[in-house]
């Protein structure tokens, strides 16, 4: 099945979902704690939890105009191809999938086998239960992990039609459910943890606002990843921006929600010391029950984010084979379900030895700034594309043209010196990060060396 014939099977509702759900995630609980010890103003705490919005909202209207231009599968990796040619895509395309998308699965995996499921079903999962070779340690949790990934590769590799109803119904309940609990929170009135004053004054630093702001980037990443399916969106050049738009403003506002549940139940000096924020609120307002309850919406949002990575780091694969960057099996489908089956388990495998290397954590760290510099050249492609593809249909054309994208990559570019300053730093393995752009640049040359090679023998 050629690349042109995969069914469009993704409905509004799905395509909606994996925008939404691919966002939500333990990033709104673990960040809000870590942007309260370096900012201790609620004023500009909820004011850097709204311009993280706003840089998503603005990243999410330019990939609205590349997907509804090129509906196709791969996202990054066709936009830059043709923005910026094969070379780049080619090093962003398999930083992408062999790092941030396998990294990202067995990461989310092991976390949500780790911290959430022991509380769902009242056993330890931290025993180790097998080691050997002074390099393996495997728990409970990275076995339950181990057998995660391939069931959700098996619904994937099912088709995206089930994939998708999977995603919706597991990101529309945690939205709504997560959406009621902050409103809740929001009425109960202050706490008594939020009556806590510390007694130490805190004031707004440069290198605080620094580290919150990080924080708050990362944790409305994910906004992007219907452009990877976009092959298998219905009615692509209405339903794409419409869900990118749609997706990210609803998580902007839940975030902002429970962002103030958070200041109203546990104020700022309960937030710094919560550790996890939601499930500090809930068990203040709930006790145990309220405890049980969090976590298990974020288990479902965890699990509506593996799925929603699983389903678009394969694309990113599918569209490099289509295009002979890569094994040319890769670029294939499954007759009838239309599923790139082989990319779905090379992917899987992938996930499966970083959870048995245990250095997942370590390669999402060094690949931190390749994440952030592949989505600002995503953005950037809407500038060339403008002016090198003047021509090319538009069915939708970026809100706010110049000045949003130019907002999403100005923060990008803020992201990424600010990370570029930690790697100096000088502290240990803050150097990882440069590993990654070392990775991508070596990509970049293999293969423009490759192209070159080709050239002199065709010449």
Known sequence: MKEHEQPRVIDAAGAYAIVAGSMIGIGIFLAPPIVAQHIASPFWFLALWLFGGLTAFAGAVACAELGAMMPRAGGDYVFQYEAFGPSVAFASGWSLFGAIFSGSIATMSVGLC??????????????????????????????????????????????????????????????????????????????????????????ITREGLAIGYMAVYFAYSGWINVIYVAGEVEEPQRTIPRSLIWGTLTITVLYLLLCLGFLRVLGMEGLRTAGEAGTAMAGLLAGGTGRVVITALIACALLASINATILGGA??????????????????????????RQALWLQAVLAELLILSGGFEQLLTMVSLTMVLTGSLTVAAVFVLRHTRPEWNRPYRTTGYPLLPMIYIGSSVLALGLMLENAFSGETGAWYPLLGLALMGVLFAFHRSALSARQRQLD
């Not at 339950?144 to 590799?157: E, F």
């Not at 694309?315 to 099996?329: E, K, L, N, S, T």
């Not at 890769?330 to 239309?338: A, I, K, R, W």
């Open 315 to 340: 694309r990113v694969a599918y569209a490099m084979g289509q295009r002979g960057a890569g094994w040319r099996g890769l670029g294939t489908v499954q007759e009838g379900s239309g599923a790139p």
């Open 114 to 203: 780790t911290y959430q499921l022991p509380v769902l079903v009242g056993a330890d999962f931290s025993t180790v239960v097998f080691s050997g070779w002074d390099w393996v340690s495997i728990t409970r949790a990275d076995l339950s992990a181990l057998a995660l990934v391939p069931i959700l590769t098996a619904l994937n590799a099912s088709g995206a039609r089930p994939s998708a109803r999977t995603q919706t119904v597991l990101t529309v309940a945690p939205i709504v459910l997560l959406a009621l609990l902050a409103v809740w929170a929001i009425a109960q009135g202050p706490q008594p943890a939020a009556m806590a004053v510390s007694g130490e004054a805190r004031a």
